[in-house]
């Protein structure tokens, strides 16, 4: 006859094992849930943000797909969830992950307007607002328009109605059609200024200088801001003081007006090895220089070589009381290749240069102190495999964070 002792181990071998079935489920459930939690897209972003105690901070929109767990629903679709995601500047390191818009749509049209001290302005199905330090939700349409009873029932749900300005605040037009700007330090809301009407030029000079201004706007305005082939964010040569910098082939160099009014992008997508140019340059009229006669700087060569611009604006990334200049290049033609940066001085003296984690950089944004990257690794095209990789202008150290 059996002991009850007997019985007893029995029955908690029987619960051991259903209590380890129970946990190897949930680590299984778990498990695939993360595996479907997999970053589909980067839907904006970078951008570079500033919490309250003044560090940069990089603001990145991620959307996934949730997908339906329950068998019993029919089609494949499940929720798009839409992240916002802070990553320290300085070391690329994840600060917090906030869920910004759940949404049934494929593509949930989400967008990153703009930032301010401690706060960053996302549309999502309509206007918000998000605490840094508090890393949630500050602020919805319903707030501000509790904060401002002007706006009740006025701001519209429609993207291209809101701008964000450091500078003035939101821009908005509202649902009966008044532009505005709310002052979002203040809360207080002030009419939009009227576009001021191009006066009719009095003379020859003010005509050249307003047709270079106009030139300068429309080069920033249609401007690569997410790239999609490699040195699309080089310039192709940069004035500083008395000095003109070129970053040219041979055969460009051959070819190279020797009237000078503002950097480019290189109009070629071949694979060109490029020098680094020099020339005393003089003003020549309004917004025009006169280039004297070229120098190469050095014998290096850069493959794809540019001078690496500042994400939309037409000028390069430099470091903070610096004239020297850095060099986007890469080290191979085809799907192998691997960015490098390089800083050089005006003499042509390599400070540093450094290979990064990334294929090619989709997006740049960049302060006084670091330069931040979004790209691919090496042979890679899925975009889940997107990351983030932050140098440090002084001394070309990096991090590197994936997204996924």
């Not at 009014?261 to 005393?280: G, I, L, N, Q, Y």
């Not at 450094?354 to 090619?360: A, H, Q």
């Amino acid at each position: 006859m059996e002991s009850g002792s007997s019985k007893g181990r029995a029955w908690l071998k029987v619960v051991a094992a259903i209590a380890i079935g129970l946990v190897a489920l949930a680590w299984l459930k778990s498990g695939a849930l993360l595996q479907a939690r997999v970053v589909r897209a980067i839907a904006a972003g970078p951008l570079i943000a500033r919490d309250a105690a003044g560090e940069a901070v990089l603001a990145t929109l991620l959307t996934y797909e949730q997908p339906k767990w329950n068998r019993r629903s029919s089609g494949s679709g499940g929720r798009e969830i839409v992240e916002l995601q802070l990553n320290r500047m300085s070391d690329a390191a994840n600060l917090a992950r906030i869920v910004v818009h759940r949404s049934g749509a494929r593509d949930p049209g989400v967008y990153l307007l703009g930032a301010e001290p401690d706060r960053i302005w996302v549309f999502a199905g309509g206007v918000r607002a998000f605490s840094i330090a508090r890393r949630e939700l500050e602020l919805d349409a319903a707030a501000i328009e509790t904060r401002v009873p002007q706006l009740k029932d006025q701001l519209p749900d429609d993207r291209k109605f809101y701008d964000f300005d450091a500078e003035s605040g939101l821009r908005v037009t509202t649902r009966d059609g008044t532009r505005l700007i709310l002052d979002t330090r203040t809360w207080t809301i002030a009419p939009q200024p009227e576009a001021t009407p191009n006066q009719p030029t009095r003379d020859a000079q003010e005509w050249e200088r307003s047709v270079q201004e106009w030139g300068a706007r429309t080069d920033e305005g249609t401007a690569t801001t997410v790239a999609q082939l490699p040195g699309e964010f080089g310039l192709d040569s940069w004035r500083s003081g008395e000095r003109w910098f070129g970053i040219l082939s041979a055969g460009e160099q051959r070819q190279y007006a020797r009237s000078w009014d503002r950097p480019r992008r290189h109009e070629s997508v071949d694979p060109e090895r490029r020098k680094v140019w020099t020339a005393p340059v003089t003003d020549s009229g309004p917004g025009r220089s006169q280039l004297g006669e070229m120098q190469a700087v050095r014998d290096n060569t850069y493959l794809r070589g540019g001078f690496l611009r500042d994400g939309k604006r037409m000028r390069p990334v430099q470091a903070k009381g610096s004239p020297d200049l850095i060099i986007e290049h890469y080290t191979a033609i085809d799907d192998s290749a691997q960015m490098l940066l390089t800083r050089i001085t005006p003499e042509g003296e390599v400070r540093w240069s450094t290979i990064l984690p990334i294929k090619l950089p989709n997006t740049v944004c960049a302060t006084d102190e670091y330069v931040a990257f979004r790209g691919l690794p090496p042979r890679t095209a899925s975009l889940q495999r997107a990351q983030l990789v932050s140098v440090k202008l002084s001394d070309g150290s990096f991090r590197a964070f994936e997204y996924n």
